[in-house]
């Protein structure tokens, strides 16, 4: 594996309640290279927490803390607000769960595309305009000239968060990270929609984390997994290997999902007793 | 005598025709399931049987009793809705025991007291639950009060509308296992949208699969199990949501 694009150690995401205050990611570590890494977990496990901490999107009363956070060398937690702006979208970017909250709805798509470049690089307006209709092309939107000039609710989901994908990587960043991309999109669309970005983040060399509460979309679309619960991870191993997990909850979480071969009278249920001592 | 039948309907929103033609029958007492993507009309026919969806021409009957166009106290008696989004379809300022006593208190029926401990253990709920909100509630736990809801009256026929596509799947799990105990102790009878595939498998007994309106395809559950479908835009929803047609 290369140098690692992005090093986390301990990193720790805390909100203040009535009773103190409440860790919800508690003492995460990883590295990452130029690879696809998927972070799974129900709701409340910390999963999106993590992916917002990493680009300091944790807004106050919420205080994030961490050993080490380093992208490509650089200590992210000490980075000026005025430096952090330059990195994020330019070289770390995050595509979020729902287009139809995501997008500006009084922008043409073409011209919140351009934004985003704008945002990072000073092009003159010819050759924005042709990155832009080059970047909505490589995410196979046909006749990019007409959709440039469509606003986000004369398009569908689908179409919406290709939109986004291109946004997000028409400042070519090294790192993407990507909460919950398609769980907004119908089944048929989500294949097309990973698939795209699975190809885009292997031609241009990126790293890519994937958080999703689905295990078997992550499997595919992963290099290596790190399953949390309750703000830890409690197993990584490699995709493949996934079926052979260890870990009770992993175990739970697999058997937990309906297959398409089904066979089962009853689905098993997770015992929460089994791994947690509280 | 089937618990639905549809015949030849026609669903309109305004000037937009949404759904046409469709025509089926489901038995008592089976489990069928709409499928296909969204914008397909598949929860817009749920919404015309239960009468939601007024725009409509065609023949809709339920349990032998032609449908009118609008919800009706007899109709609620027969059949009952669970919604998609346990969070908006439960009332933030009323009690779980205040939600499940309307439905009694509405139809005036007696010993409401002892029907909602009833139910409430039926459902899986411990009976603390009983006087909290909505926002004291976890996703899985409002979703099983909306289905305590709708079994108040005690319906043969529920309708369910993706009830666990807004939750984890170690939740999804604990709710199918839920509708499907019930089904076999109450002798229901199930309409179920849902665009997932395995969980048809799991729950229901056949499928119609719908596309731009039109239902394009009637299969057994078990056509899931070898991907045996004969119309191409079924063969490849099943294939974009993880089949494989030669196991």
Redesign the interface.
């Known amino acids: 594996m290369s140098a690692p694009l992005l090093s986390v150690e301990d990193l720790r995401v805390s909100f203040p309640t009535p009773a103190g205050r409440v860790e919800v990611v508690r003492g995460l570590s990883f590295d990452l290279g130029r690879e696809r890494l998927g972070i799974v977990g129900e709701s409340g496990s910390g999963k999106s927490m993590t992916g917002r901490a990493i680009l300091r999107l944790v807004r106050a009363p919420g205080q994030v803390t961490a050993k080490r956070m380093e992208f490509e060398g650089i200590e992210i937690q000490s980075l000026s607000e005025r430096r952090m702006h330059d990195l994020r979208g330019a070289r770390i970017s995050m595509i979020m769960q729902d287009p139809k909250f995501s997008l500006n709805p009084v922008m043409t798509v073409g011209r919140q595309i351009a934004e985003a470049l704008q945002a990072h690089e000073r092009p003159g307006r010819r050759a924005t305009r042709a990155r832009v209709l080059e970047m909505l092309d490589a995410v196979r939107i046909n006749e990019p000239e007409r959709v440039a000039k469509m606003y986000p609710h004369e398009i569908s989901g689908g179409m919406g968060q290709r939109v986004m994908i291109a946004m997000m990587l028409i400042p070519r960043p090294s790192l993407l990270i990507a909460d919950e991309p398609t769980s907004a999109l119908d089944v048929s669309v989500q294949a097309q929609v990973l698939d795209l970005i699975d190809e885009l983040v292997r031609d241009h060399g990126m790293g890519l984390i994937l958080i999703s509460h689905d295990l078997n979309l992550v499997s595919r679309y992963c290099d290596r997994i790190m399953v949390m619960n309750a703000g830890r991870v409690v197993e990584s191993c490699a995709a493949a290997d996934l079926h052979r997990a260890q870990h009770p909850y992993t175990r739970g979480l697999l058997a937990a999902v309906p297959r398409m071969h089904e066979t089962r009278g009853t689905l098993p249920v997770l015992d929460r007793s089994d791994w947690s001592g509280t | 005598m089937s618990a639905i039948s549809l015949q030849g309907l026609d669903i309109s929103y305004g000037s937009a025709k949404v759904v046409e033609g469709v025509s089926f029958d489901v038995a008592e007492g089976e489990s069928f399931a709409l499928v296909g ?2 914008g397909s009309g598949k929860s817009t026919v749920l919404k015309a049987i239960a009468g939601l969806a007024p725009g409509w021409t065609g023949e809709i009957s339920v349990l032998g009793q032609p449908r009118g166009h609008r919800p009706g106290r007899g109709f609620a008696r027969r059949c009952q809705m669970v919604f998609q989004d346990p969070y908006g379809s439960l009332h933030p300022r009323k009690t779980v025991d205040t939600v499940l006593s309307e439905p009694l208190q509405v139809h005036g029926l007696g010993s409401r007291d002892a029907r909602v401990e009833e139910m409430l253990r039926a459902v899986g709920l411990d009976r603390r639950f009983r006087f909290r909100y909505p926002h004291q509630l976890s ?1 899985g736990q409002r979703q099983r009060v909306a289905i305590a809801r709708a079994l108040m009256l005690e319906p043969k026929v529920m309708l369910l509308d993706e009830p666990t596509s807004a939750l ?7 709710i ?2 839920l509708l ?2 019930l089904r076999a102790e109450q002798g229901l009878t199930y309409l179920m949208v849902t ?5 048809v ?2 729950m229901c007994d056949r499928m119609a699969v719908m596309n731009r309106g039109r239902v394009v395809e009637i299969a057994p559950a078990t056509a ?2 070898d991907g045996s479908f004969a119309d191409p835009y079924s063969r ?2 099943y294939a ?4 494989t047609a030669h ?1």
């Open positions: 993507e969204s996703g984890d799947v170690s939740v999804q799990a604990e199918l296992n499907k105990r665009h997932n595939l395995p969980v498998g799991f899931l199990h490849a929803l974009a949501s993880g089949g196991d």
